[in-house]
């Protein structure tokens, strides 16, 4: 993002174009792109996969612990690797 922002300190200010827009979006999301490395060692792997066992990421929602399977796989081998970009939405409700 930082870079991007660099290429419009010389403009002067100004609404963004949508072109820029789409420069800056997808920096800041390159910027907050996630990843992770699983690796389970090959005894481990067959006892899991024998048991039924599931490769399962959490989140953790309120105060409560990591209470939410946000991705679940059965499909998982000694080395998994997974990467993504967090992404939100907002809205308004006035009832649940």
């Known amino acids: 993002m930082q870079e991007a922002l660099k290429s419009f300190q010389s403009i002067a200010p100004t609404a963004l174009k ?13 910027a907050t792109q996630k990843s992770v490395t699983i690796e389970i060692a090959a005894d481990d792997l067959t006892l899991l996969k024998q048991s039924g066992y599931k490769l399962c990421f959490a989140k953790k929602v309120g105060n409560e612990a990591y209470n939410v399977v946000w991705q679940s796989y059965d499909k998982y081998l000694s080395n998994n690797g997974f990467s993504w970009t967090p992404q939100y939405q907002l809205f308004g409700s006035n009832t649940f």
């Open 18 to 30: 949508t072109s820029d827009y789409c420069k800056v979006l997808t920096s800041t999301l390159a």
